[in-house]
């Protein structure tokens, strides 16, 4: 069995790649805060029932590198090209032109590691649950 495969774990790990997406993006607003005419962007939500409808026909969330072989090891490539982002103006935009509002772009970033780590929580405890239903501990 391919652990990643797993739709539970696939579901994870695509919600954990675009949080890493996003948290990339958000780190580019607040270090552009000051930068004229630099609108602040976000990453576009992912469609959650379509990540569910993937699952259920065996879909891949990830943007990876083609295995063409069983011994390869699957690479995922992470980032922010992987997933839209757009335009998402905190505040309407400053004399000089940047719309980044660093309060804002903070709670957005606190979201974002607070997600992150419940999937990462849950990851690791569907890891813990299968090792214990094949008898293995640690």
Do not use: C
Request: aromatic residues 6%; charged residues 20%; hydrophobic residues 40%.
């Amino acid at each position: 069995m391919n652990l990643p495969e797993i739709p539970l774990l696939s579901m994870l790990k695509g919600s954990m790649s675009w949080l890493e997406a996003r948290q990339n993006v958000l780190s580019q607003n607040v270090s552009n805060a000051d930068t004229p005419d630099y609108v602040a962007r976000d990453v576009k939500p992912v469609d959650f029932a379509q990540m569910l409808r993937q699952s259920a026909d065996g879909g891949k969330f990830h943007h990876g590198l083609m295995t063409t072989d069983v011994r390869h090891i699957a690479i995922t490539p992470s980032s922010p090209g992987s997933f839209d982002s757009t335009d998402s103006p905190d505040v309407v935009a400053a004399p000089n032109g940047n719309s980044v509002s660093l309060e804002e772009e903070m709670i957005k970033v606190s979201q974002t590691q607070a997600q992150f780590q419940a999937a990462t929580n849950l990851y690791s405890k569907a890891l813990s649950m299968m090792r214990t239903a094949i008898g293995k501990s640690g």
